[in-house]
């Protein structure tokens, strides 16, 4: 089994900041990479931000400048710094990870989702 803990969602005003985290736990034998996703009510789930296990970033442009994900391999979890928020980054916050799974005698190439966490900007 393959778990991924999300905290570090809630409510700020426009120009705040919020922390994500996401620790990732189970039968793993690697992670190659991790990442965020949103979804705001009506639209698709977008990729916010990823992080590969050799260290290369993406970002989408709308966060570009504002938001930086990070990650610490040795305990398998990605971090989010989310800074001058803006009320169009009110979101539910998806952790990703593309995980190398140890499934019986073998390997089994997964992707992982958390359960989400809301991130509400608003004056």
């Known amino acids: 089994q393959v778990q991924l803990e999300e905290s570090g969602g809630g409510s700020v005003q426009p120009g705040g900041s919020l922390r994500l985290s996401c620790a990732v736990s189970?039968?793993?034998?690697?992670?190659?990479?991790m990442g965020w996703y949103r979804q705001a009510p009506g639209n698709q789930r977008e990729l916010v931000a990823r992080?590969?296990?050799?260290?290369?970033?993406n970002y989408t442009d709308s966060v570009k400048g504002r938001f930086t994900i990070s990650r610490d391999n040795a305990k398998n979890t990605v971090y989010l710094q989310m800074n001058s928020l803006k009320a169009e980054d009110t979101a539910v916050y998806y952790c990703?990870?593309?995980?190398?799974?140890?499934?019986?005698?073998?390997?089994?190439?997964?992707?992982?989702w958390g359960q989400g966490t809301q991130g509400t900007v608003s004056s």
């Open positions: 189970g039968s793993i034998f690697s992670i190659s990479a």
């Open positions: 992080i590969t296990s050799g260290g290369t970033i």
């Open positions: 990703h990870a593309d995980v190398l799974r140890i499934v019986g005698r073998g390997y089994e190439q997964h992707q992982d």
